[in-house]
């Protein structure tokens, strides 16, 4: 396979790569090391079914399976009558990491463009681990051993609004708001490399810093993670497919949807698979973190 970047800032595409054939556990193997180089890697111009982008998917790691047994969502503006779809929103969606509210950010999603409309909203990525690349040292050094708490609203899908926990209202129902702190520096478990563990969506605030301080901070490394050198923005085609690294890069929805038709498939997984096997990120995930704290 031929491997183009995208962008100085992130992502590559594959040419010469038939995604409806299986790899080999040679070119399995080719592909996580592009993974975990570009965080984001497009298939472009391919007749895909649903079957090939689970294929390719469960390159990277064991597909995850929700409790109903199904191992897709649907991220659509319209649904199949024609209408607005809010379930999962038209509104802005701001710049996030899938899951940090929970103790396990997932790994790697995909999507897969089923059907899009010329003038469709694109996606958005930023690249956290090169924003920590490229940050100076003394302000790296003051956020090696700071924690973030994330914060989410499971009874309200709002994705343009930032809680805080100061925010969350005293007459909230038991198990509406969900929240894990995480080190500011997080180590990934599928790569060497670390990435920053904060985004405009669902981090609260830093735990170890007063109030009148941790707002400061946690905007000075969102203009790190978000300046527009460190950003890829994705246009979407039907047939589309990428995948890309949920812990590495953040994205966003930057506008509201609309009605040009946005029909993407999203699948994702639970793990990772090494040259010694599974890395298995749901049931790691506690000594992982607990080591990395220890460390």
Known sequence: MRVVPLSEALGAELYDFDIARPCTPAEQAELREHFCEHHLLLVRGQDVTADDQSRFVGNFGPLHTRADGMQETFVTNITAAGEPAPRTGTARLIWHQ????????????????????????PTLFANAVRALERMP???????????????RNLDDERTDYRWRAENIPA??????????????????PHTDQRTILVNELLTSHVVELPRDEDEALIQELFAAIYADDNV?????????????????????????MGLPVRRLRRQSIDGWYTGDGVLHWEETVVAFVSERRAG
């Open 98 to 121: 899938d899951g940090t509210y929970g103790l396990r950010p997932g790994i790697a999603t995909s999507l897969w463009a089923q059907e899009v409309a010329p003038d469709a909203v």
């Open 137 to 151: 040292a003394d302000l790296r050094a003051r956020i090696e051993t700071l924690h973030a708490l994330h914060l």
């Open 232 to 256: 890829y923005a994705h246009h979407w085609q039907t047939n589309d497919v990428i995948i890309w690294d949920n812990q590495a890069l953040q994205h966003c929805r930057p506008a509201e």
């Open 171 to 188: 007459d909230a129902e038991p198990g509406q708001f969900r929240a894990h702190e995480h080190p500011i520096v997080y180590p990934m």
